[in-house]
């Protein structure tokens, strides 16, 4: 880690790792802020109100509408921190959108309003969305304090300094309680940084610096054990719903008990129907009442309750009373619902409060071209591995093309090898460019959410990616072309020197050209592999019409390739470097006539290729820019009657085929046991003594430290038990069952593994064990049974046909998948999905099965399913292992 500075001095007494003493030396010693660049003492948030919101989502022009949202109404304070919470299911992020104006597709009804003023694009500067996606990894070398000032760059415009935007990401730090690692890089998968929590509030902070005065989080506890996820949320309310009275509704899943107590106001959503707005702790009294029969159970969390109740998974409780519309019915009966009619009459009766609508100025476009491309370079500089690999293949083309061709003499063969390397060199320097493909993709999350949140606009983000990378291509290109020159033995030319400066010009014009077509590719395709597949030909048109491979004088004019080669850019390059070398001819073997004849080139002036190459830069980045722009939405607005045959189609659906059922897992006496565990054979796993540690090198200084992440762990796992492995995030839980299913590359360590007390083969791991991770890398375009029948073809041992059928259905039985077996798995829901990924690796029936927090990001009864379904497994004499993040009391029992 990188060396932290105390800062500011009242932070350096707090307690290293106390949160309160932090808290309490702010409360007592940070002042309240004014001017311009402060937000403590502005006037706070705005009042969120939602009337009869309604919402389908449609995926394409002419597809069916898919039913999210129906007459859902609240309200949300400055000063108050909501939860929203229900069932999992598409309805969750298609609301936190619409309320920050975000939405682009789809059929809506009802009215959003900020402060009375109706919800529109040109108000998202004050709404922040934060996701829960981290959109860290293209910017992982940045420190934490970096990553803050240059959204304040980005953001913060007209009168405010550099000095007030550091007063403003400093006390950004403090609240946040991101002190302590101010100076760490954010890290990744593959850099070093800081832990998920501080991510979190890294991601949070971002949020708010430009004072926005609603702020939106999106399930921003998953992934988080339960006492980082208390730590992040308490900074919230503490710091921005307390402190800076802005308006904080946070969707969740699975909150703790403590994590629920923060919040002074929930919305409940079941089957996109509002059944619960009011306070949060009134909750459970208000599904504990007679109409709707819930009782809650000793040292049962509140939010547990409140889901399993609106999932209609309690078994106490009549289903004909849980249902989505017999809860929204039991609400309209009560005094909350009387209250929220009361506040959004208030609400609309009010005059709305002047906003400001989102203006760009130039200079505000011209601050921030220089802080993204500062911040670009910046990511660039640090990251060593990539400019390192760049030199090094660099140098090593370099060096093979200088010793293949040194020296060439005026001769027919020296003539020909020459022309052979120019071809070479061009192409060696287009083909180099793939990283202008690669770049955009890796950016594309960042640059979509930024730009959604106008922290720039898309000319500054096109601006940027046309420049930043031209230093580095230009230094590339004069070092490569430079050596091969005059290696190659074009010093006996006449003017050689100034031949040597149109040699560089024009391979330089060549690559720009070449990283301008792999951005573009990256700006207009969706997947990496598209632009890949879309590159491969378009460079091999490009290489065959350069006039190397096939001369033009042997085409016909007809012929397709005669008119590729007439406009191709390879060509014009390649053109422009033979008649500057061999202006005056090759000696006396060529002259320049026959030169220009054999290759079909015009006698034109020298000059003409520069203004065609330039051309093609100008027109390529042109079109790059089109796809950046953000697009005109499509979400149309329209009256409830119209939303009629939409919702009488989702009421006619049975649950389980809207792609948001919840899973029903059946009975352990409803499957036939014989089906698995004939396949099962007794494995007991036992670690001895396991430990783990990786090299760190510092970027900076090149000094290598040895971090251990496994210190002396022993486990003992028996037949049919499942082991849960708990600890804080970052502790080693997903490296300890890395090590023990043997995933593990790199680092080094010491340890045993032993199944049924002998240390397993390659091939018996392949035939005993499972791992499911906990990110799946299913093909979104297959069903269900097609995706688990070529697992099964795939894992099973020379199947036969029958074979791999009855294992597909005894999997779908186990699972209960049978009613989605049909479904693509790209519209399942998340535990479908989970589920499925499970029924994918344990397909051949292992005996032992490792699963990688398989719960995140479920709601607690969702979990609670899953969970039950995975037990099925120890049942059959399966021997479970997993790592899990804030297990519900019922999970964990």
Known sequence: ??????????????????????????????????????????????????????????????????????????????????????????????????????????????????????????????????????????????????????????????????????????????????????????????????????????????????????????????????????????HVEKSVASRMRRTV?????????????????????????????????????????????????????????????????????DSAKTSGKALEDSFKRTTYYSDLLDELRSSASASPMPLQIHTVTQADESRQFWALFSRTLTQFYRSRSIWMTEAAKM???????????????????????????????????????????????????????????????????????????????????????TTVFWCVGLGQVDNA?????????????????GFSMAQMLAAYCSAPAIAMAVWQPQVYIFSQTSGFPIQKPELQHYNPAWILMTISFTRWAYQGIVMAVFADGWGDVYSKSYILEEYGFQNCPLWVPVPILMFYIVAIRGLTYFPLKEQKTNLSQIGHDLFGSIVAKADQDATGKDGTMMIKPKKSSDVTPDKASASIRSVEVEVKDMHYSVNITNDDTGEVTVKPLVRGISISVSTGEIMAVMGPSGAGKSTFLDLIAARKTTGFGSGQVLYNGKEPTFAERAETEAYVMQHDVMVNTLTVYETLKISAMLRLQMPSAEMVSERVQTMLEILDLELVSDKLVGTLSAGQRRLVSVAVEAVHMPSVLYLDEPTSGLDSAMALDFVESIKRFARYGCTIVCTIHQPSETIFM
């Not at 720039?456 to 990378?469: L, N, P």
């Not at 040597?500 to 690559?511: A, E, F, G």
């Open 249 to 317: 509704v946070v969707a969740l899943h699975m909150p703790s008990a403590e994590v629920f107590a923060l919040f002074s106001k929930l919305i409940m959503i079941a089957d996109g129907r509002l059944v619960y707005a009011g306070p949060a702790d009134k909750a459970v009294e208000h599904f504990s009442s007679s109409s709707i029969g819930a009782s809650i159970e000793a040292r049962e969390n509140p939010a547990d309750f409140a889901i399993s109740v609106v999932s209609g998974g309690r078994p106490d409780t």
């Open 1 to 234: 880690t990188s060396a932290r500075v105390a800062w500011p001095p009242v932070v350096a007494m707090a307690k290293e790792g106390s949160n309160t003493s932090l808290e309490a030396k702010m409360d007592e010693h940070t002042p309240l802020i004014t001017g311009d660049a402060k937000f403590t003492t502005s006037a706070g948030g705005s009042e969120l109100a939602v009337s009869g919101l309604s919402y389908a989502a449609k995926s394409s022009p002419k597809s069916e509408p898919l039913l999210h949202l129906r007459n859902v109404s609240f309200t949300c304070k400055p000063g108050e921190m909501t939860a929203i919470m229900g069932k999992s299911g598409p309805w969750m992020p298609s609301l936190l959108q619409l309320l920050a104006s975000q939405r682009t597709s789809g059929l809506m009804a009802g009215k959003i309003t900020y402060d009375g003023n109706v919800a529109h694009a040109g108000y998202r500067h004050l709404v922040s969305l934060i996701t829960r996606e981290e959109r860290f990894n293209c910017i992982s070398n940045l420190t934490v304090r970096e990553t803050l000032m240059y959204m304040a760059r980005l953001r913060l415009g007209g009168n405010t300094s550099d000095e007030q935007r550091a007063e403003r990401v400093d006390e950004l730090i403090m609240m946040l309680g991101l002190t302590k690692c101010r100076d760490v890089r954010l890290g990744s998968e593959t850099v070093r940084g800081i832990s998920g929590g501080e991510k979190k509030r890294v991601g949070i902070g971002l949020g708010l610096i430009a004072s926005p005065k609603i702020v939106l989080l999106d399930e921003p506890t998953t992934g988080l054990d339960s006492a980082i996820a208390m730590d992040v949320l308490s």
């Open 395 to 481: 140098s090593w083309i370099c060096l093979l093309y200088s010793s293949t061709y040194w020296g060439q003499t005026e001769s027919a063969d020296g003539f020909a090898n020459l022309t052979a390397c120019f071809y070479f060199s061009l192409m060696f320097g287009i083909l180099g460019n793939l990283r202008g493909l690669i770049t955009l993709f890796d950016e594309r999350a960042m640059f979509e959410n930024e730009r959604m949140n106008r922290a720039y606009s898309s000319y500054v983000y096109w601006m940027v990616t046309s420049v930043a990378q031209v230093p580095w291509l230009c230094t590339i290109n004069v070092v490569f072309s």
């Open 497 to 513: 020197f100034w031949v040597y400066l149109w040699y560089i010009l024009i391979t330089q014009l060549t690559n720009l050209v």
